[in-house]
T-cell receptor
Framework: GENVEQHPSTLSVQEGDSAVIKCTYS??????FPWYKQELGKRPQLIID?????GEKKDQRIAVTLNKTAKHFSLHITETQPEDSAVYFC?????????????FGTGTRLKVLA | DAGITQSPRHKVTETGTPVTLRCHQT?????MYWYRQDPGHGLRLIHY???????DKGEVSDGYSVSRSKTEDFLLTLESATSSQTSVYFC?????????????????FGPGTRLTVL
């Protein structure tokens, strides 16, 4: 079945450094790739997304890249800050009954060390 | 945050008892989803709805049923709760629509329900 692998499961960086989280998806029909940030005890919040017709998208310190051929997409956070500490989830969408079902990765716990 | 509420927010119950979780939205979105979140598994889809009375199974639907009699409410029922159903349950909503040549379908999550089955 459809699968999304996410790496690493934990990531520690020094404040100000960059962080990269990588995901691989299995279904070549996937065409929408959102990233969610989840702080402890809170709901997942969308931080950035990308569609399959775009190779890269940036929003301030956050960027996402997509390689459709390799079925890889990555989240890049530059100039990390302590408030970036959270669990990050990637997802790949699969169309079903006029909507999209998401398959989520297992999450990356990012710790930004002051 | 999108207008999504979940009730109850916390529940402790015993094995074998029925449990119903409610998701309520004020966005008039067509699509609603139930996920469970467990350590090491991320978010896994239980059931989803693509309209009133229209539902389908997700990847972990065994032991769960859903109902949607109104656009704004999506109920998740555990007919006979088991300890393996101890989890945090999230509801999500979305609205598919065309924008130019792209279809957008961002999902927005509710605050979650922490369920403990003893």
């Amino acid at each position: 079945g459809e699968n999304v692998e996410q790496h690493p499961s934990t990531l520690s960086v020094q404040e100000g450094d960059s962080a990269v989280i990588k995901c691989t998806y299995s279904d070549s029909a996937s065409n929408y790739f959102p990233w969610y940030k989840q702080e402890l005890g809170k709901r997942p919040q969308l931080i950035i997304d990308i569609r399959s017709n775009v190779g890269e998208k940036k929003d301030q310190r956050i960027a996402v890249t997509l390689n459709k051929t390799a079925k890889h997409f990555s989240l890049h956070i530059t100039e990390t800050q302590p408030e970036d500490s959270a669990v990050y989830f990637c997802a790949a969408s699969i169309r079903s009954f006029g909507t999209y079902k998401y398959i989520f990765g297992t999450g990356t716990r990012l710790k930004v060390l002051a | 945050d999108a207008g999504i509420t979940q009730s109850p927010r916390h529940k402790v119950t015993e094995t074998g008892t029925p449990v119903t979780l409610r998701c309520h939205q004020t966005e008039n979105h067509r699509y609603m989803y139930w996920y469970r979140q467990d350590p090491g598994h991320g978010l896994r889809l239980i059931h989803y709805s693509y309209g009133v009375k229209d539902t389908d199974k997700g990847e972990v639907s065994d032991g769960y049923s859903v109902s949607r009699s109104k656009t704004e409410d999506f109920l998740l029922t555990l007919e006979s709760a088991t300890s393996s159903q101890t989890s945090v349950y999230f509801c999500a909503i979305s609205e598919s629509f065309l924008s130019g040549q792209a279809t957008t379908d961002t999902q927005y999550f509710g605050p979650g329900t922490r369920l403990t089955v003893l």
